[in-house]
């Protein structure tokens, strides 16, 4: 079964930037439109990047100009490199499918500080 791990989490102060990481098991970007979400505590799951089979990307208003989306199919890996960081931007980040959607994993934990 294919499957999904994220991984580049941690801790960083405002304005700092993280890569984040999401390495499939099989080759899947290409034929799968992906996301990368997010859930902060009492919040709900939501996209905040998006990239179409064809490259096209999408992002929420939140983290428009911060926030860049990217995959290599060759290597089965998704990105999504994070800068100036806010406070607001703590949650645990998910990558998956956004149709038809994998088990979700475990994510990975970007905390920012004040």
């Known amino acids: 079964q294919a499957q999904l791990v994220e991984s580049g989490g941690g801790l960083v102060q405002a304005g700092g930037s993280l890569r984040l990481s999401c390495a499939a098991s099989g080759s899947i970007f290409s034929i799968n439109d992906m996301g990368w979400y997010r859930q902060a505590p009492g919040k709900q799951r939501e996209l905040v990047a998006g990239?179409?089979?064809?490259?096209?990307?999408n992002y929420a208003g939140s983290v428009k100009g911060r926030f860049t989306i990217s995959r290599d199919n060759a290597k089965n890996t998704m990105y999504l490199q994070m800068n100036s960081l806010k406070p607001e931007d703590t949650a645990v980040y998910y990558c998956?499918?956004?149709?038809?959607?994998?088990?979700w994993g475990r994510g990975t934990q970007v905390t920012v500080s004040s």
């Open positions: 998956n499918k956004r149709v038809r959607q994998m088990y």
């Open positions: 990239i179409t089979v064809g490259g096209s990307t």
